[in-house]
């Protein structure tokens, strides 16, 4: 069957650490894979997409990686703050329909 | 405010009703999602428009929904005979087919909270 996995439970972070999340996927050959933002109560917001032959991506203090052949991508936050504290969801974008495939998200929590 | 907005933001109604939502994407974008999401899950994907063409549906949805986007600008998403199980968030979504970057990136509007009782 096809799935996307990420980290069901809370991921706590001390401010200023690296933050890595993950997304694990089978049973799909997406064409790109994207992640967004979510805090409560609002619509997800886009944050990185990165192509089926890329293996890296980065803006400012975002970094996702890219790993076809493990069906996995990595999305990491540097020198994390209490403000990028919220829930992070990968999606996958099959190149057929264009459609946005979601995982169930990552609550990331910063602590002071 | 030029993001995609949606209306209302909350709607409570009781079983058996219909319900209406609107949404208004980013005016240059010629794509329109309709997402359903649970608390604690991600967007389910319901529909999407090309345009005023509804070029796809889930199989998951059923008969009760449907949605329309009649010219090819804001879009409403009706659910008929409401059930407690529609209770949910209906997201939509918007982005552009052109090839400049952000081709592939969707827009969300803040969501319209259905609580049936």
């Known amino acids: 069957s096809q799935k996307i996995e990420q980290n069901s439970e809370a991921l706590n972070i001390q401010e200023g650490k690296t933050a890595t999340l993950t997304c694990n996927y089978t049973?799909?050959?997406?064409?790109?894979l994207q992640w967004y933002r979510q805090d409560p109560g609002r619509g997800p917001v886009f944050l990185l997409l990165?192509?089926?032959n890329e293996k890296e991506k980065r803006k400012e203090r975002l970094k996702v990686t890219f790993d076809t052949t493990l069906k996995q991508s990595l999305f990491h936050i540097t020198a994390s703050q209490p403000a990028d504290s919220a829930t992070y969801l990968c999606?996958?974008?099959?190149?057929?329909?264009?459609?946005?495939?979601w995982g169930a998200g990552t609550k990331l929590i910063i602590k002071p | 405010d030029t993001g995609v907005s949606q209306d209302p933001r909350h709607k409570i109604t009781k079983r058996g009703q219909n319900v209406t939502f609107r949404c208004d994407p980013i005016?240059?974008?010629?794509?329109l999602y309709w997402y359903r999401q649970t608390l604690g899950q991600g967007p389910e994907f319901l529909t999407y428009?090309?345009?005023?063409?509804?070029?796809?549906k889930s199989r998951l949805l059923s008969d009760r929904f449907s949605a329309e986007r009649p010219k090819g600008s804001f879009s409403t998403l009706e659910i008929q005979r409401t059930e407690q199980g529609d209770s949910a968030m209906y997201l939509c979504?918007?982005?552009?087919?052109?090839?400049?970057?952000?081709?592939?990136?969707?827009?969300f509007g803040p969501g319209t909270r259905l609580t049936v009782t």
């Open positions: 979504a918007s982005s552009s087919t052109g090839l400049l970057a952000g081709y592939y990136e969707q827009y």
């Open positions: 005016s240059e974008h010629n794509r």
């Open positions: 428009f090309q345009n005023e063409a509804q070029l796809e």
């Open positions: 049973n799909y050959s997406p064409a790109y």
């Open positions: 990165i192509r089926e």
């Open positions: 999606a996958l974008l099959m190149d057929s329909n264009y459609q946005l495939i």
